[in-house]
């Protein structure tokens, strides 16, 4: 399956985010693929495809890190935008020195999410 | 003549006259009526009848010599009475002359000397009988003259001294009389003689044998019948026996007196070193002393040894071979030594050539043993000559090896008390623990050594309970009166804690422990102790500052990690909502918009939205108590179990706590643990509000009763702060708080426990210092109502992600 837009996967295990993201996301015009773990994200046909990884941090199994490290290992350089509702102002400057484009805290809005894909997608 | 006759007749004496040739020729009247015979019967040689016939002839012998002789007769002849007896009569026959000096007659008179005559016999017979009875006394007796001069000696006097008449007529001047005896008995014998009454002295007498015995001399006047003194008696009796055994009763007794006095041993073995040389002329008297491994001789008391002597025989080894008094020691036997100059024992230590040397011949060696049967010491006597003990000396070393061995007991135990004491007075200065005995009876106080130093009193001052009271700290005077108060009712031991105040401003921490002993239900006595506990108090006091910092950095950080995880929680639904609210704003602002896009978007807002509001749901639910158990319970024995759980945190922050609990309180239905918590809440509350109270008794009233309507009621009443009339309801709200550490929630936890008891928790401000919390239950709670039950519903499925566990 080819895709013309950049694609933006969507990896969280909340059932809210994975229905109210992807739908944002399209209305900024972007193709999205949505993934309730990372090993669900790493089995399918679009790591490489990806183009920004939008991530949570806390997930049951596989955290976002943990894909981050995967990736890395696989020399998937996907740039990468990490999604958490823990309120700890201590994790996004770690998650950015790790390599993270932005580290958003939930609920955020939606223009500093379009921000943090489009910062992604000009790495690429 | 006749007128001659006549006159004769008239005289009162019996009268006769003779013819110069010496025939009577006349007899008067009381002549005839005494002898019975008639003047013719008399005459001539017929007077000779009345004549007793043993004194006849020698009175016609001195008749004819005086008639030869023409000289006065004077004769003592008995005169026959007309009755027939015989009364002596003194005859005097005497020449009368005429005027040229011739014999013209002879004048006889007889004069009745009968009374005379008798007393001059019964005399005679009275002196012969008491020589008798003197010489047959056998205790010496002396004869004086009333002037004291020796007269006379029996026999046992003369064999007793062993010496002459003569020689004891100058007794003053001799030895006979122990001369520390002599002075007194010659004073007492000058004053006896001078004032002629019986006297009585004891002195020492030397025997023959030159021995020295105890007399006691007993002085007697001997007077004729007008009271003159004749003589004096001086019986002799021996008293030696007695002498000794009274004096060794008053040595024994002096000695027991000093034991029990408290004399040093030294002191007590060295007296009876000399009463014991004393009572046994000659003898040298030594103890020796079994030290305490049991394995050689010390030094016990030998006033009358050398010191070279003793030095040979202390520190020997208690053995059979190193001397009499280590044999006696080892083989709690009495050793006899009766001359050391043929004695073969103890060569191996060479005993007997040294004890030889110091002059000694003989020695006896007798234990002294402890009444369970352990040697203690021995007792030994030395004489300069060769000797056996006689059973007297075997009495005497009897006696005085039982005074030595109550001595020696009586210091050990005197040391091992002291030991002992010493011992527990370490131990309660090591421990910071005095202990105090209280006569409730006579009000007599005893304080051992570190109960004086804790109080800092002068230990030479009895401690009364006003001196007391003047270390108690202010603060806690009441608590402490109320508790002397209570202990009159207090049947078992107590403990308490109070302060005191030092003059110099620090305080001390007291932990008293007291028991009471009652007879007849009355109280006897009070003993107990008192331990300082000032230190373990402000290390205590330390560590509640550290504990209670830490416990509040505990608060924080459990709020804060809590805090994170309801954000955490809340956060998920709510950024859906957002990105949904965003997606939907995007999709109505499209052109053409998007409205089924939307609709759907502002229904899974709509979804998440709920979803938040089930978050919140479930945290309640988590922090609402677990059901609440149901049974029947005594609503008393819950507030008694609470009372003694906080007590001791009461006493600590001083709170006097009184309860006041109905007799007849009914049962009631609830959850005991719960109603303990409110029960623990409202005095914690009350304890707290009395921490800054100072100038008054920290009293605390605990009260439940019966209401009417089927209900019971615990009321809590403090004396503290109080509280604001106006902010009584505001009390109950959660996070309400008026201290600086708290949290706010027991009042609120209490009064939603309360209510879902269907009951009321109130308070009211006193009308004195302080308030009074209550609260009132039904016996049995009413039907729970739908609000107050507990909403328990999952939010998700996911179990392992509850909150708490991020």
């Keep these: ?124 | 003549m006749d007128e001659l006759s006549h006159v004769v007749d008239a005289l009162p004496g019996l009268v006769w006259t003779a013819r110069s040739d010496g025939t009577v020729d006349f007899l008067n009247q009381r002549w005839c009526a005494y002898t019975g015979l008639s003047l013719e019967q008399g005459q001539g040689e017929g007077w000779q009848a009345a004549i007793h016939p043993e004194d006849l002839p020698e009175m016609l012998e001195r008749l004819r010599l005086g008639f030869a002789s023409v000289e006065p007769v004077e004769i003592e002849a008995r005169l026959r009475r007309s009755d027939g007896t015989y009364r002596w009569f003194l005859i005097s026959i005497s020449p009368m002359r005429d005027a040229e000096g011739h014999i013209i007659r002879w004048l006889g008179v007889a004069t009745d000397i009968e009374h005379r005559k008798r007393a001059e016999e019964a005399l005679r017979l009275h002196e012969l009988n008491f020589r008798l009875i003197v010489d047959s006394i056998p205790a010496p007796v002396a004869v004086t003259t009333p002037e004291g001069e020796v007269e006379g000696v029996n026999q046992p006097t003369l064999d007793y001294f062993g010496r002459t008449f003569d020689e004891l007529k100058n007794w003053k001047s001799s030895d006979a009389v122990h001369p520390d005896d002599l002075p007194q008995t010659i004073a007492t014998l000058r004053k006896a003689l001078e004032l002629g009454r019986p006297y009585n002295v004891e002195s020492r007498h030397r025997r023959a044998d030159g021995v020295y015995r105890w007399f006691n001399v007993l002085g007697l006047p001997l007077r004729d019948s007008d009271g003159r003194i004749l003589r004096w008696f001086h019986l002799q009796v021996d008293i030696d026996d007695r002498k000794r055994a009274e004096d060794l009763l008053a040595s024994e007794k002096r000695l027991l007196e000093m034991v029990a006095g408290g004399s040093s041993q030294p002191r007590v073995l060295e007296e009876l070193c000399r009463h014991v040389e004393s009572t046994a002329a000659g003898c040298y008297c030594s103890v020796v002393l079994v030290d305490p491994t049991g394995t050689h001789l010390e030094n016990g008391a030998a006033p009358s040894l050398p010191a070279s002597f003793l030095a040979s025989i202390i520190g020997r080894p208690v053995n059979a071979e190193s001397g009499p008094c280590a044999m006696a020691s080892y083989l709690n036997e009495q050793v006899i030594a009766a001359d050391l100059a043929t004695e073969t024992r103890w060569a191996e230590y060479a005993w007997c050539p040294m004890a030889l040397a110091h002059g000694l011949r003989a020695c006896w060696s007798t234990p002294i043993t402890s009444a369970s049967g352990k040697v203690l010491g021995a007792f030994a006597l030395y004489y300069d000559t060769p000797r056996a003990p006689t059973p007297l000396h075997q009495s005497l070393i009897e006696r005085f090896t039982h005074i030595a061995r109550i001595a020696i007991e009586s210091a050990q135990k005197d040391a091992a008390l002291k030991r002992s004491e010493t011992f527990l007075a370490e131990v309660q200065r090591l421990s910071s623990t005095g202990s105090f005995w209280w006569n409730a009876v006579t009000g007599e106080r005893t304080w051992s050594e570190e109960m004086y130093r804790i109080f800092e009193f002068d230990p030479a001052v009895p401690v009364t309970i006003e001196m007391m009271e003047t270390r108690i700290h202010p603060e806690d005077l009441a608590a402490f009166r109320e508790r002397g108060q209570r202990v009159r009712n207090v049947d078992s031991s107590f403990e308490f804690e109070y302060r005191l105040l030092m003059p110099d401003g620090s305080v001390k921490y007291i932990w008293a422990t007291c028991h009471p002993r009652r007879y007849d239900g009355t109280l006897m006595e009070l003993f107990g102790t008192v331990h300082d506990v000032t230190r373990r108090r402000l290390a205590e006091e330390t560590l509640d500052k550290v504990r209670s910092q830490l416990a509040h950095v505990s608060r924080v950080t459990s709020l804060g990690a809590l805090t994170g995880s309801i954000a955490h929680e809340v956060n998920q639904p709510l950024s859906g909502i957002v990105t949904n609210a965003s997606t939907c704003l995007r999709m109505l602002a499209a052109e053409p918009p998007n409205v089924d896009g939307a609709r759907e978007t502002a229904r899974r807002t709509i979804r998440d939205a709920n979803r938040a509001s089930d978050v919140i749901t479930r945290l309640r639910a988590l922090f609402a108590k677990k059901s609440a158990m149901s049974e029947s319970l005594d609503l008393n024995e819950a507030t008694r179990e609470v009372v003694a759980l906080s007590s001791d945190e009461l006493q600590r922050n001083r709170v006097i706590v009184r309860e006041e609990l109905a007799d007849d309180l009914p049962l009631v239905t609830g959850d005991r643990i719960q109603l303990q918590q409110v029960i623990l809440n409202l005095l914690r509350n009350a304890s707290d509000a009395m921490s800054g109270v100072d100038d008054r008794p920290r009293e605390l009233m605990i009260k439940t009763e019966r209401e009417e309507g089927d209900r019971v009621r615990l009321t809590v009443q403090d004396a503290g702060m109080g509280i604001d009339a106006h902010a009584t309801d505001k009390l109950f709200e959660a996070f309400y708080t008026t201290k600086s550490d708290g949290m706010g929630i027991g009042l609120s936890v209490s009064r939603s426990i309360i209510e879902s008891h269907s009951g009321r928790l109130w308070a009211v401000a006193n009308d004195g210092p302080g308030a009074t919390f209550a609260f009132s239950i039904p016996l049995v709670p009413a039907p729970r109502t739908p609000r107050s039950a507990p909403v328990r519903t999952a939010v998700r499925a996911n179990p392992e992600r509850s909150i708490g566990q991020p």
């Design chain 1, 1 to 124: 399956m080819m895709v013309t837009e950049s694609l933006v996967s969507v990896v969280d295990d909340d059932e809210s985010v994975r229905e109210s993201l992807p739908d944002l996301l399209r209305e900024f015009g972007f193709a999205v693929q949505a993934f309730a773990s990372a090993e669900e994200f790493l089995a399918s046909n679009f790591v490489s495809q990806t183009k920004c990884l939008i991530l949570d941090i806390a997930m049951p199994g596989m955290s976002g890190p943990d894909l981050q490290t995967e990736l890395l290992r696989r020399r998937q350089e996907i740039p990468i935008v990490f999604i958490t509702a823990h309120v700890d102002q201590n994790i996004r400057p770690s998650m950015l020195e790790r390599g993270a484009v932005e580290c958003l805290f939930k609920p955020f809005s939606d223009t500093s999410l379009l921000d943090a894909v489009n910062a992604a997608l000009r790495v690429n």
